[in-house]
């Protein structure tokens, strides 16, 4: 058998055989590894192309709905300081659509601006996926951020039922307090203060609040670490692929 026939027939070994090969017939061994490099390098970047679609359907197509479950570890203080707005309230089912609405009647606000009849979002994949939710009658203490026309929140939020005021969440120097009076309230106070002031064509115009929160980043939205990781592991396949490919050439 010539040196060379088992490079072409053991897998296992034609890298290692290619570059120990005499100089008097390294070029004939050269022409059978090369192109098996090639074909190695493809079936590389085409692993690569497949981890990182993966990635992508895991992060933001229906499988992503199994891990948006599972939250990144955080300190009830985290929370809070990553939330918009943070009251206490009893929920009442506006809307059982996409996303699920509630209405809070609002006792008392910790953070944020408010209003005495809040609506809150849920999205529907957490109330479906992860079977979180609010009950109709009981007391929460949510951690939103800000929506496209609501307030949010979710499983990840750090949002929890009080079962007692020993449960209230407040940090050190923070104050809790009531929550603004309603439109309604405001239009009754007007109307017995000064009935004589009143005028029709401005009693229909809706209170505008004053100090509209500024955005801040939500706490939700935990797969970006996934997708870290998927990159991070394809950073280390191309530099492998690179490393092997400038040694098999220089053999």
Excluded at 2 to 24: K, L, N, Q
Excluded at 125 to 152: K, M, P, W
Excluded at 228 to 235: C, E, H, L, T, Y
Aim: aromatic letters at 6%.
């Amino acid at each position: 058998m010539s040196p060379w026939m088992d490079v072409e027939s053991c897998p296992v070994v034609r890298f290692s055989a290619a570059i120990t090969r005499s100089s008097s017939r390294g070029n004939h061994v050269r022409t059978v590894v090369r192109p098996n490099v090639r074909m190695f390098m493809r079936s590389l970047r085409a692993l690569l192309v497949i981890l990182l679609s993966a990635a992508t359907l895991t992060v933001v197509g229906p499988v992503g709905r199994a891990w948006a479950c599972t939250c990144l570890e955080q300190t009830t203080q985290e929370h809070f300081d990553g939330a918009t707005a943070v009251f206490v309230g009893t929920p009442t089912l506006v809307a059982d659509d996409d996303p699920v609405v509630w209405e809070f009647a609002v006792e008392s606000i910790q953070k944020g601006d408010v209003r005495t009849n809040q609506l809150v979002d849920i999205p529907r994949h957490e109330v479906e996926g992860c079977s979180f939710n609010f009950t109709e009658g009981r007391i929460y203490q949510v951690f939103a951020g800000e929506s496209d026309e609501h307030l949010a929140t979710g499983i990840c939020s750090g949002t929890t039922e009080l079962t007692s005021q020993d449960g209230l969440f407040l940090p050190a120097g923070a104050t809790s307090r009531e929550p603004p009076p309603s439109q309604e309230e405001n239009e009754t106070t007007t109307s017995a203060s000064s009935p004589a002031d009143s005028r029709p064509d401005q009693q229909d115009v809706p209170a505008t609040p004053s100090n509209a929160a500024e955005p801040e980043e939500s706490s939700t939205g935990n797969s970006t670490w996934l997708l870290a990781v998927v990159i991070g592991a394809a950073g280390v396949g191309a530099g492998l692929s690179i490393v092997l490919l400038r040694r098999f050439g220089q053999g």
